[in-house]
């Protein structure tokens, strides 16, 4: 929560927010006091202010402020005038210390035609609210709905201050629906009222008010049992550092319990296409909870399942027909690698049944995906127990710990793969990749003449050609789906990751209709016998539409374009100086090793401290590093980002260097 600035509304308008917000004043001198929106005439709320703080201090920052008494979009449109945005005050406040920020009507006061509200600028910014009812009759309905809202958006509300005479019921009522919040009465006061008695009542919202701030700073008890309790994915609990305590995300950044604003440089393990906290993803969530949360996919359907499909089919283009959904990355993968085999057995080609996979593969850890991923590593302790398929090696387009020599190496490892599908081509069941860009395996890119000729080759020899999309898929590499950027088809696709933008898990394996054809039989046991029982999660699949919705209005994928600009730049201007290890781009992806001291080198220890410390939240993978963000990053974020990675990579030379 960002505790340096608080930000007053009303359930409506004459409610006594600027008296309330002159009390607060009264009692912290050191507190400035800012009306960004003003309508009716200006400075109204500020001399208004001083009439009972004389000696509040006024931000000096800009204010809208419109002589129509109407709404900020209305009294904006009818002079003509700029209407502020969410933008703006967000640049306006950025930074700002013990700010008292007063809002213009209530919560749903639309401030622009873009139908931004300060629900927006309150989510995004992350300040918490002091929300003024009148004690009076008529206040339970405004009051609980203001709660709502601002609930709904996990806004938080340091307190209620019920203004005006005293009405026990209402409070009761009240307290019976939030017993959390805390209330402050104001009673009502007159012009012969005694200043000091101004200052009790000051003090007194400010010493309610803190009770949330004390709470939420309290991470240490939930942090111990983190420790005592959680046992955490890639992690040696003998040595691991504390993990970083995670409280609040919004947009492309991440907040810890020390309000301390850090970059999701891996967008959240490569999920969070449309940035942390988007309020379409969240009402669609909400919505479709409310409405249908579960149900077995198995003899049932629903819409939002129905809708997914057809939008991710269409999406795909033909030769796409069905698409069958699990809830992760490893699950989409297992099953195209069950639809392959089976495909070949239901034709009765039984000897097909093995799969080729490459050096550097990385497609989840479970046992079908372990068996066609790059062997060692992660996987080392279970080798006895994978049935590996055949490994061939690639070519990338860059050096790389797999192919030293890069897109040199073509010609002879064409030679070879070729050489690999003739003596084993008729046992194959299919090969299976992840097209253009390998991700965990070091942010591998390919050469794509290589990946082209691996296409050609499945034709020739008849083998399924899977594509594992779960990192490349909607928009990051560039094009809505790698296989549409290559210009190669495959027979299968695996979506996960991005599916949701990131908020819940949801996965899809994408079929031709031919795949799909050869389960079609009047024996039962030809059918795909797979499923779990989360598939097709209607509230997961709702959330996927709306994202869906998202990265087509936004144009991520074009955007996803002008990031890979950017950090080509970005790699130009730094590879020398910074002596960057085979730099490279592709869609919102960058990468590079700082030396070329194998997988676990030290770069992989050092880089996510040095990082934090420039306001990053990195992962690197052994000694790659990689900046990873939302397709929604600003370009102003990006850029900060990007030269804080540079300072990242400055400070680790300068550390490396007194060794
Ligand atoms: C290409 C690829 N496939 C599959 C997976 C596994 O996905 P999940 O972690 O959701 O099981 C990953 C995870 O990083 C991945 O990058």
């Not at 990385?362 to 066609?372: K, L, P, Q, S």
Request: net charge negative; with cysteine.
């Amino acid at each position: 929560m960002n505790f340096n600035q608080i930000f007053i509304t009303a359930t409506g308008t004459d409610v006594g927010k600027t008296f309330i917000s002159s009390l607060l004043l009264r009692a912290r001198k050191d507190w400035t006091y800012w009306k960004p929106v003003q309508t009716g005439g200006s400075a109204i709320d500020q001399n208004a202010v001083h009439e009972v703080a004389p000696l509040a201090v006024i931000a000096n920052l800009r204010n809208y402020e419109y002589e129509l008494p109407a709404s900020p979009d209305q009294a904006a449109a009818a002079e003509f005038a700029l209407a502020p945005s969410v933008d703006d005050l967000l640049k306006l406040v950025a930074g700002q210390q013990k700010l008292l920020i007063e809002g213009a009507g209530g919560l749903m006061v639309p401030l622009n035609d873009q139908n931004e509200t300060w629900l927006d600028f309150l989510q995004a910014s992350r300040i918490p609210v002091v929300l003024v009812a009148s004690s009076g009759l008529g206040t339970i309905n405004h009051t609980l709905l203001s709660i709502e809202a601002l609930q709904s958006r996990s806004i938080p509300i340091l307190g209620l201050v019920l203004n005006g005479p005293e009405h026990r019921g209402n409070q009761k009522s009240i307290a019976r629906f939030h017993p959390r919040i805390p209330q402050i009465v104001i009673p009502q006061v007159g012009s012969d009222t005694a200043l000091s008695e101004l200052d009790r009542l000051g003090d007194q919202i400010w010493h309610k008010i803190s009770i949330l701030r004390n709470e939420a700073q309290k991470s240490e008890a939930w942090l111990k049992k983190d420790k005592d309790y959680v046992w955490h994915p890639y992690t040696q609990h003998k040595t691991a550092p504390r993990p970083v305590p995670i409280v609040a995300a919004r947009g492309s950044y991440l907040y810890t319990d020390e309000d301390e604003k850090l970059l999701d440089a891996s967008a959240s393990w490569w999920t969070c296409t449309i940035g942390h906290g988007h309020p379409r993803i969240a009402a669609a969530i909400r919505a479709q909870q409310a409405k249908l949360d579960h149900c077995g996919f198995g003899n049932a359907t629903h819409q939002p399942g129905s809708e997914l499909a057809a939008r991710l089919i269409a999406l795909a283009g033909k030769p796409f027909s069905k698409v069958f959904y699990s809830d992760n990355g490893s699950c989409a993968v297992e099953v195209a690698l069950k639809m392959a085999v089976q495909t070949w057995t239901n034709r009765n080609q039984t000897k097909r049944s093995k799969f080729l996979y490459f050096e550097g593969a990385y497609h989840g850890d479970t046992f079908g995906a372990m068996a066609v991923a790059e062997s060692g590593g992660f996987h080392k302790a279970f080798a006895p127990y994978v049935f590996k398929g055949i490994e061939a090696p690639l070519v990338t387009s860059h050096p790389s710990r797999i192919c030293p020599g890069g897109s040199a190496e073509l010609e002879p490892r064409k030679k070879n793969l070729r050489k690999i599908f003739e003596e084993q081509g008729e046992e194959m069941a299919a090969a299976i990749i992840e097209p253009w860009i390998q991700g965990a395996g070091g942010m591998i890119i390919q050469d794509l003449d290589w990946l082209r000729y691996l296409a050609e080759l499945c034709q020739e020899f008849k083998v399924l050609l899977i594509f594992d999309e779960v990192f490349t898929g909607l928009g990051r590499i560039g094009d809505v789906f790698a296989y549409k950027r290559a210009g190669i088809t495959p027979d299968i696709f695996c979506l996960a990751k991005g599916l949701t933008g990131g908020n819940l898990p949801l996965a899809a394996t994408l079929v031709t209709s031919e795949i799909f054809e050869a389960f079609l039989d009047d024996d039962g046991s030809k059918a795909l016998l797979h499923g779990h029982t989360f598939t097709g999660n209607p509230i997961a699949c709702a959330a996927a539409l709306a994202s869906l919705d998202i990265l087509r209005e936004q144009d991520l994928v074009a955007k996803a374009k002008l990031i890979e600009q950017s950090f080509k730049t970005w790699i130009e201007w730094h590879e020398k100086r910074l002596g960057l290890i085979a730099p490279r781009a592709a869609g919102a992806i960058l990468a590079f090793e700082l030396d070329s001291g194998g997988y676990f080198h030290n770069a992989a220890y050092q880089i996510p401290d040095l990082g934090r410390s420039h306001g990053l939240m990195l992962r690197t993978l052994g000694s790659t590093v990689y900046f990873v963000p939302s397709l929604m990053i600003t370009s102003d974020e990006l850029e900060q980002g990007l030269i804080a990675l540079r300072q990242t990579i400055e400070d680790y030379r300068e550390t490396n260097r007194s060794f």
